[in-house]
């Protein structure tokens, strides 16, 4: 199953006796390219290292792996000579447009990945509740003691859950479009089984694919992974998550009945059902699954923030984009007004014809888009311009204080942007939210 190290390198060793060139130039100083140097440098394979960040935070590590490797930050990124190298590896979070007249030369890393793969694997792809859906599938199956790891979007790099398979592990993957973008697929026969689930889709990181349909090329290409008898598990509400190819494909759809605020019951019935067919592809007996109640939640889906008996606040910082806003709103109660917060980076992304049953008060608007966001939103809802969330939640506190109204309103941080343009990532945006609630609201 070397896909590509028997056929790609087969070209490295051609081109090698006319100019002598390196391997692959390595985008990105991340933890995937830590991990893709680590890879190469095992398969002795060249290569160096670009990022355009003066101090990328896998730079220290990454430098040590090999002393033949060049290293080019910040400013000597644009050093590069992009003759010098047969193939580009490409992390995810990487700018393509950097590269963009060599995007023929880009080597995925699931293609790396896929081609010394051993044991089973099960991907999880979509808009929305990857990690969820990921992290509840690897609950229930440790609960019936399968050997698993869990990685690539979600956790560890792909590459480096290579040393840990056996023949009898599972391997859980979360991709991300941007993973998915220049795979190119494997179909090598084997023993082993792979298993996809397409959870949702919505239109998002536009700015990475331009337009919503290049986003869903880019997403279909999971079926790539996919043999005859393997199995893509699709949902039955939308029908953009039937694939057609030469494999089984299984629908699954929403029975249980939600309380308020558990947005994901949709991505614990799909984990189940994949769940539970593992195992039965396996001849392995399920024990028993936990119930919804008893998963470990990731944080920041839809966690419910307590301070007092007496406010109710949700953390829905992971919602990057306005459909998961949507889906956010519309699992809520409407016993209470909402306050509902938003901002961030769109990614080209758009509110417009955003609409919900959810009994909206006020819209607090923040961050890079936030003029953008208010533009695009219904006339009809009152929306507050504001530069940063302490801003927010610091309007928030003197509306309190005006109204007295607050046992009446539900605050809902639900952004429906990236982060990146004021936080790390989702989860520092988070732990700020949180941090800004018991500060300013915790009188009340």
Known sequence: MDYYISISFICIG??????????????GAGKTGLSAAKFFSNYN??????????????????TTITDEADYFFGKNFLKINTQKYHFFFLSPGFNIRN?????????????????????????????????????YI?????????????????GIPMLDLLTKQTDNSCSIIELSSFQLEFFQGD??????????????FSPDHLDRHDNTHYYYLSKIK????????????????????????NFITKSFTNKLKANDGEIDLFNYEAAQLVSLDYMKQNGHPCKSLPKY????????????????????????SKSTNPHSVSFALNSLSSEK????????????????????????????????????????????????????????????????????????????????????????????????????????????
């Open 14 to 27: 051609y081109f090698k006796d006319q100019v002598k060139k390196k391997d692959f130039l390595i985008l």
């Open 45 to 62: 394979k060249s290569f160096d290292v670009g990022d355009t960040r003066n101090d990328p935070p896998g730079s220290d590590e990454i």
């Open 99 to 135: 590269i963009q007249i060599h995007k023929n030369r880009i080597v995925s890393e699931l293609d790396l990945f896929i081609s010394k793969s051993i044991g089973n694997i099960i991907v999880v792809t979509g808009t929305n509740g990857k990690s969820s859906t990921v992290s």
């Open 138 to 154: 690897s609950q229930m199956l440790k609960k019936n003691k399968i050997t698993l790891l869990v990685g690539g979007n979600y």
């Open 187 to 200: 179909q090598t026969s084997s023993d082993f089984l792979r298993m996809a689930l397409f959870l949702n």
């Open 222 to 245: 999971v079926a790539k992974l996919l043999r005859p008898n393997d199995i893509l598990y699709f949902n039955g509400k939308d029908k953009r998550t039937l694939i057609q190819g």
């Open 293 to 316: 109640k008893d998963l470990i939640k990731l944080p920041y889906r839809m966690e419910k923030m307590i301070i007092n008996s007496r406010l109710s606040i949700t953390n829905d």
């Open 337 to 444: 007004y909402i306050y509902l917060i938003l901002g961030g980076d769109l990614k080209q992304n758009s509110f417009k014809g955003f609409s919900t049953q959810a009994n909206i008060k006020k819209i607090f608007c923040y961050g890079k888009d936030a003029s953008t966001i208010i533009d695009h939103l219904p006339q009809n809802i009152e929306a507050l311009l504001m530069n940063t969330i302490d801003d927010v939640i610091k309007a928030i506190r003197d509306d309190f204080h005006i109204n007295d109204s607050y046992e009446d309103i539900h605050i809902l941080f639900s952004p429906g942007c990236s982060s990146y343009d004021q936080f790390n990532d989702y989860q520092a945006r988070g732990d700020y939210f949180n941090e800004l609630c018991s500060e300013h609201l915790n009188e009340f």
